[in-house]
């Protein structure tokens, strides 16, 4: 079976950082853009961030220049750094797989269960 699975999301402070991973089993990123989607009570679903198979990345205007998202082909991971975390940020966050060549929202197939963030003082 081809899936996800995830780690690194947990309770923080404002201003904190969290990472979290994405590992694949059952398939290689290589060739996949993998993106970071959140959701949270009361809102909708959400893109954060993407990165293609050429390592092109895109962020959503709410977390540009507090997340970073990244990969490592060798260790079959997508990673998201999240810095100067706010509240806003509390959610679930889930990772994706598409076969689209290119950054989006839509058209991924695979998906982890998600990890819980939560930014609270």
């Known amino acids: 079976q081809l899936q996800f699975v995830e780690s690194g999301g947990g309770l923080v402070q404002p201003g904190g950082s969290l990472r979290l991973s994405c590992a694949a089993s059952?398939?290689?990123?290589?060739?996949?853009?993998i993106g970071w989607f959140r959701q949270a009570p009361g809102k909708e679903h959400e893109g954060v961030s993407c990165?293609?198979?050429?390592?092109?990345?895109f962020y959503a205007s709410s977390v540009k220049g507090r997340f970073t998202i990244s990969r490592d082909n060798v260790k079959n991971t997508v990673y998201l750094q999240m810095d100067s975390l706010k509240p806003e940020d509390t959610a679930v966050y889930l990772c994706?797989?598409?076969?689209?060549?290119?950054?989006?929202?839509?058209?991924?197939?695979?998906w982890g269960q998600g990890t819980q963030v939560t930014v609270s003082s």
């Open positions: 990165i293609d198979s050429g390592g092109a990345t």
């Open positions: 994706a797989a598409s076969q689209t060549k290119s950054c989006h929202w839509t058209n991924y197939v695979y």
């Open positions: 059952g398939f290689t990123l290589d060739y996949y853009t």
